[in-house]
C-alpha cells in the first residue's frame, strides 16, 4: 500500500530564507512523486514531479525537489522565500500513474 | 482551453436532500476522479474512472455514486446528504502519458 507523509503541518519562514518542506513516501516499487501547491479557495496546481529521471527535479517558481530512494524522500526546497509563495503544498505519490495518493498538506507562511 | 470545470461551485443542503456534481474536462483525458478535501486529511480519492464507461471506487466511497457516461464528463452524486459529507470536492482528470493530475476549482458542500 502507498502512503505519504508530510512532516509539519505548519511551516513558517522569513522571506528570503530557504524553504524546505519534507515529504516521505512508502511504496512498493519505484514511484512517480509530484508536488502541487493551493492557493486559497483556488484548485491544486502541479509545481513539479518524479518519473524515474533525473533525481533533481526543477519545478515553476524557482522550486525543486530531490528524490532519495535510499530515503525515500521527496523534500521540495526553495533557496528564497517570497511572499508569493505562501500557500499550502501536498505531496503525492503513484506507483502506476492512475491512482494518486495525497499527504495532509502543509501550510506555508512567509513572514515579511 | 478551459481544462477542468466544475459545477456548481458552492452548494447548501439539508439532510437527506440529493444533488449532482458535475466535472467537464476538454483535454481528452483518459483517467477523471474525484476527491474530497477536508481539513488536516489533505484529499481524500472518492471514485475515480479510467475511460468511458468505467468507475471504481477510492478510498471514501460510501455515500457517493458516479457515472461517466462521456469521456469529458464525471458526474459526483450524493443520494442523500449527511453533514459528514460537507467538504470541498475537487475533480482532476489525467492522461494515460503524462501522469499528472490537473484540479478544478473545487465546489464548497455544505450539508446543514
Known amino acids: 500500500a502507498q502512503s505519504v507523509t508530510q512532516l509539519g503541518s505548519h511551516v513558517s519562514v522569513s522571506e528570503g530564507a530557504l524553504v524546505l518542506l519534507r515529504c516521505n513516501y512508502s511504496s512498493s516499487v519505484p514511484p512517480y512523486l509530484f508536488w502541487y501547491v493551493q492557493y486559497p479557495n483556488q484548485g491544486l496546481q502541479l509545481l513539479l514531479k518524479y518519473t524515474s529521471a533525473a533525481t533533481l527535479v526543477k519545478g515553476i517558481n524557482g522550486f525543486e525537489a530531490e528524490f532519495k530512494k535510499s530515503e525515500t524522500s521527496f523534500h521540495l526546497t526553495k533557496p528564497s522565500a517570497h511572499m508569493s509563495d505562501a500557500a499550502e503544498y501536498f505531496c503525492a505519490v503513484s506507483e502506476i500513474g492512475n491512482q494518486f495518493y495525497f499527504g495532509t498538506g502543509t501550510s506555508l507562511t512567509v513572514i515579511p | 482551453n478551459a481544462g477542468v470545470t466544475q459545477t456548481p461551485k458552492f452548494r447548501v443542503l439539508k439532510t437527506g436532500q440529493s444533488m449532482t456534481l458535475l466535472c467537464a474536462q476538454d483535454m481528452n483525458h483518459e483517467y477523471m476522479y474525484w476527491y474530497r478535501q477536508d481539513p488536516g486529511m489533505g484529499l481524500r480519492l472518492i471514485h475515480y474512472?479510467?475511460?468511458?464507461?468505467?468507475?471504481a471506487k477510492g478510498e471514501v466511497p460510501d455515500g457517493y455514486n458516479v457515472s461517466r457516461l462521456k469521456k469529458q464528463n464525471f458526474l459526483l452524486g450524493l443520494e442523500s446528504a449527511a453533514p459528514s459529507q460537507t467538504s470541498v470536492y475537487f475533480c482532476a482528470s489525467s492522461s494515460l502519458k503524462l501522469y499528472e493530475q490537473y484540479f478544478g476549482p473545487g465546489t464548497r458542500l455544505t450539508v446543514t
Open positions: 474512472s479510467v475511460g468511458e464507461g468505467t468507475t
